[in-house]
Structure formats: C-alpha cells, structure tokens
C-alpha cells in the first residue's frame, strides 16, 4: 500500500515568513495533487503536478514535484494570515488517491 | 471548471436510522465516483470507488452492507448509512472528475448520529 507522509503535522507561522510543507510517498505515483481544507469544509484544489520537475505558482503558493525523491514541496512565501488552512498532499496511482496526514498552518499576525 | 454538488450539508438522525447522502456531477458525466471518511483533525480516508453501472468497490475494512453505494447514472452517486450508530458521526465527503483535470470534492456532509 502506498504511504504518504506530510510534515510537519503542525505549523505556526508568523505573517511575512516563508515555508515550506514537505510531502513524501513511498512508491511510483502518476500525479500529486495538492488540496486546501479550512474547517468545517470540503478540499479545494491547489495544484496538480503530473510530471517529474513540475512546478507550479499561484499567488504565495508554489507547489512542486521530484519524482525521483517521490518528494513533493509546497512552498509559502510571505505568509498572510489568510493562508491558515490544513493542506493535503494526495499522490494518484490509477485511480486511487491516497492523502497525506496533512498539515494544519496558522499564520499569525 | 467541474462542480460537483453534494447534500445534505448536514444532518443529524436518530440511532439505527437511515441516511442518504447524494453526490452529483453538475457539468460533466462521472463514470467513477469517490467515497471518503474524515474524522475530526484528521486525513481522509477512502471508502469506496462508485463505479456507474456495477457494484462499487470498498476498501479494506468498509462494511459494504452499512454503507450501501448505488451510482445509478453517470452524474449521481448515493452513500447510504444504513442503521446508523453514533460512531458512525463523521464528515462524509465525495469526488469526480477526470483524471488529468484534477478531481473535484463535494462540500462535504457532517453526519451527526445520536
């Protein structure tokens, strides 16, 4: 069975830092999604990275993937308080997801 | 982009009731549909893969006779907690979507059984 590891579980942030979530599966994957939760609420999609090298910008989010390492990155940059959420990494292989733990970031003011 | 709906939000029942839980693919067909369990502060769990036109496919573990899956057509799929107990209290989420699209989730339902 695959297995997939976040880390860290926990983030406190201050606002204006940078980080990164690192997500790590353990065998042959054909894509990795990366999901947003706030609570009490369902996923929202961030990223789909589908190819080794991939990498992906969208606002202080960057996402990427080595597929080699079967190591995926989501990097924050100059974290705002809006960006407080649990992030989940999700590596596909046909159609079956399996999630990561999750990372639960609280940027604080 | 695809939009999958699913209702209720929430719902609360008695002990050894009932539940049904839609899933609909609002713009697009859906041949596979996904079942998933979350527990509070945890990840998420697959359940089952509903199939359009056979039986669904449930994981290891997953009481297939508690958590009846009927996707009967290519854009609804239906969970449903038969005979509920209050362990069976859980956020009950769905997806589609197509493989290189991504896949989208439901909003997500908040069983509350007591």
């Known amino acids: 069975e695959l297995k997939v590891e976040q880390n860290p579980l926990f983030l406190s942030m201050q606002e204006g830092k940078n980080y990164t979530i690192y997500c790590n599966y353990s065998?042959?994957?054909?894509?990795l999604y990366w999901y947003r939760q706030d609570p009490g609420k369902s996923l929202e999609s961030l990223f789909v990275?589908?190819?080794?090298?991939a990498v992906k910008q969208e606002g202080r989010l960057m996402a990427s993937l080595d597929t080699k390492a079967r190591l995926s990155t989501l990097h924050i940059t100059a974290a705002v308080h809006d960006l407080s959420a649990t992030y989940f990494c999700?590596?596909?292989?046909?159609?079956?997801?399996?999630f990561g733990t999750g990372t639960s970031l609280t940027v604080i003011p | 982009g695809a939009v999958v709906s699913q209702h209720p939000s929430r719902v609360i029942c008695k002990s050894g009731t009932s539940v049904k839980i839609e899933c609909r693919s609002l713009?697009?067909?859906?041949?596979?549909m996904f079942w998933y369990r979350q527990f509070p502060k945890k990840s998420l769990m697959l359940m089952a893969t509903?199939?359009?036109?056979?039986?669904?496919?449930?994981e290891q573990g997953v009481e297939k006779d508690k958590f009846l899956i009927n996707h009967a057509s290519l854009t609804l799929s239906t969970l449903t907690v038969t005979s509920a107990h209050p362990e069976d209290s859980s956020f009950y989420i769905c997806?589609?979507?197509?493989?290189?699209?991504?896949?989208?989730f439901g909003s997500g339902t908040r069983l509350t059984v007591v």
């Open positions: 713009d697009f067909q859906a041949t596979t």
């Open positions: 990275l589908l190819s080794n090298g």
């Open positions: 509903s199939n359009e036109g056979s039986k669904a496919t449930y």
């Open positions: 999700a590596v596909v292989t046909g159609n079956q997801f399996y």
């Open positions: 065998t042959t994957s054909d894509r």
């Open positions: 997806s589609a979507g197509q493989t290189l699209h991504g896949y989208t």
